[in-house]
């Protein structure tokens, strides 16, 4: 659950699993007020925000608390994993470039049991609208997509079409235009940077197009696939951040790689359920 401190305002992640009224006491770890804040019922809907961007999740936060829902926000797949619940609705809405190189290795550990009331929306990192965009080929196993700003549009009425139950709630409360359409890079060094910025973006343009990826790590010619999206890819690249011009790295070439390389792994190990049946664990790059 997420609070906020009423004197700095900033937002403060606890678990609060019990259904029963209770007070909860907090001390700001930034400015060091003491405040509580008050459980009175169970929630309506429970969401895990497995993203890493604080404007996003502030974005997120503020609508699902127009439904009567809580946000957990999850650093990590550990954290996802241990605050799915069992008797209550549940929404996942998963970073496509989350912890890693791509989301379907959690998607698939999470769908794996049949007691969690579990539905999946990906959030793609939409670092350019036009470039590279598509409808996508496939969702991984999970259950919708939502672009970042629909946020404030679309994001109460695609909970209300995957939870019925919260449908007739979702369509009274007015839509908002969100802030922002992308996530935002931190303030690391610039190597660091660009890696980040190339992960995210090479996470984007596959779950685009996972079609082509599949059939290029299948049949071993994972190089040759997607080559005019990478493209792309590398324009946006250099647009958000010029510094990267001058160093030696193909950043976009090597975060794609990488996901080839742990595609490949999750393919060859057949507990993969999507797309095509066969394995191929030959990539390299």
Sequence with gaps: MIVQCPHCKVLLRFNARTTNARLYSFRCPVCQMKFKVRSKVAPILRVLLAHQDADICRQVVERVERL???????????????????????????????????????????KTSPLWQLKIILLPSVYNKTAYKRRPDSLYGADAYLELHHIGDRLLPLLGELFPVLSERATVITAVETAGGERRLGQQPLLEKAAELARVLVADIVFYHQEQLEQGVLTSQWQNVLTDKLVEGRKVFYSRLPAAAGLPVDFVQQAFAEVCRTYSVSRSSCSCSYGTSTCSSDVSG
């Design 68 to 110: 009567k829902g809580v946000v957990t926000v999850c650093a990590d797949a550990t954290q996802v994993t241990e605050n799915l619940t069992v008797n209550q609705p549940c929404a996942l809405l998963l970073d496509v470039a989350f912890q890693g190189t791509f989301p379907f290795q959690l998607i698939e550990q999470v």
